[in-house]
Structure formats: C-alpha cells, structure tokens
T-cell receptor
C-alpha cells in the first residue's frame, strides 16, 4: 500500500555514466515533484509536473531530464553523472498544485553515490 | 534572495517539556507554510499546514503559529516524548512551489 514509491533505493555508479530513477504514486494526485537533498540535509526542488506537464524547472543542469509517461509516474534520467550529483533524491506528489493547498507526500528517497 | 532560517541546527529537551522550533524567512510572501518531520533515511512526512490568513493551527500535541508581519512561524510540540526525536522542516509555499528550510534536529531525552 505504498503511496509514493521510488526505485532503486540505492544507486552507486561511476562518473560519466547515465542512470534513471523511477517514481510512482498511487494516490491519484495530479502533481509530482523531484527534490534533491544534499549532505547538509537541504531539500531543494528540481522539477514539478502537473498532469504530465512540466510546471517547475529550477536551475538544474540539463543533464537532468524528467519524464512523466502518465500522471502516476515521474522518472528522472541523469546523463554524464558527476561527483556533485551524489545526494538523496526524493520524489513527492500532491493533490492540487494549482490551488497550492495540499501537502506533499514523499517517497523513501534514492541515495545516489557517484564515484 | 529568498532565505529561510530554522533555529539552531539541534535542539535538546527533556521528555514532557514543550519543544519550540522557529522558522524565519526573508524576501518571501508565502501563501501558506507547512511543517514536515523527517526521520533518518526516510522521506519527509507532512504534519501541519497553515495559510497566510491564519494565526494558529493545532493537531493533537502540535501547534503552529504564523506571523506574516514578523515573517516567522513557531512550531510547538507539547508533552514531548522520545519518539518525537527527528528533524523538523518548515516549507514556505507560493504558486505551487515549496521552498524548504534546512531543518532543526530535535532530541527528546527520557
């Protein structure tokens, strides 16, 4: 009965590789997000999608490309991984971003380590 | 630029006391403010949301205040328990975008 799930939970890879993180929510929410939490625990928004449409695209290197095949899924693909990409990536969803009135439900996170 | 500051990185209190966490912000006009709890190795969990036109919100042992003049929110946990030990994040939201503070780690000692 997991509300927001992410795979994989851990990802260890070498610099220069390309990797993807998958996210699925079964809450029927319209909006999904990707956040990056660095070693200092600072949680920063990267992207948000509403009904498969990109709404927020923060200052993120274009090596990061989100893809939303349907409103229940939001995947994150990262090209040419760099050491600085090492962090925990969280997927989240909320009911209605347009009204901005609803809390966000977070996934368990994906710990990415780039060596 | 927008700035969100949460009081002291760590807060230690005795069981049974009231924990008060602070969230101050500048250069921001949030439509609402949220508080989340995050345990080690897990994603944040929503606790409370308060809108800009609300002064106070309560939920069981939790209370949040929001002062848009002072640009500050206070988060209180009354009758604290060791199980309340976690990192607490405030998030300011407007136009569908939430900006998080860097959190306060609360430790409640028995």
């Amino acid at each position: 009965d997991t509300a927001v799930s992410q795979t994989p939970k851990y990802l260890v890879t070498q610099m220069g590789n390309d990797k993807s993180i998958k996210c699925e929510q079964n809450l029927g929410h319209d909006t999904m997000y990707w956040y990056k939490q660095d070693s200092k625990k600072f949680l920063k928004i990267m992207f948000s999608y509403n009904n498969k449409e990109l709404i927020i695209n923060e200052t993120v290197p274009n090596r990061f490309s989100p893809k939303s095949p349907d409103k229940a899924h939001l995947n994150l693909h990262i090209n040419s991984l760099e050491l600085g990409d090492s962090a925990v990536y969280f997927c989240a969803s909320s009911q209605d971003q347009g009204l901005g009135l609803y809390e966000q439900y977070f996934g368990p996170g994906t710990r990415l380590t780039v060596t | 630029s927008q700035k969100i500051e949460q009081n002291s990185e760590a807060l230690n209190i005795q069981e049974g006391k009231t924990a008060t966490l602070t969230c101050n912000y500048t250069n921001y006009s949030p439509a609402y403010l949220q508080w989340y709890r995050q345990d080690p190795g897990r994603g944040p969990v929503f606790l409370l949301l308060i809108r800009e036109n609300e002064k106070e919100k309560r939920k069981e042992r939790l209370k949040v205040t929001f002062d848009t003049t002072l640009k500050q929110s206070l988060f209180h946990i009354t009758a604290s328990q060791p199980a309340d030990s976690a990192t607490y994040l405030c998030a300011l939201s407007n136009a569908g975008k939430s900006t998080f503070g860097d959190g306060t780690t609360l430790t409640v000692k028995p």
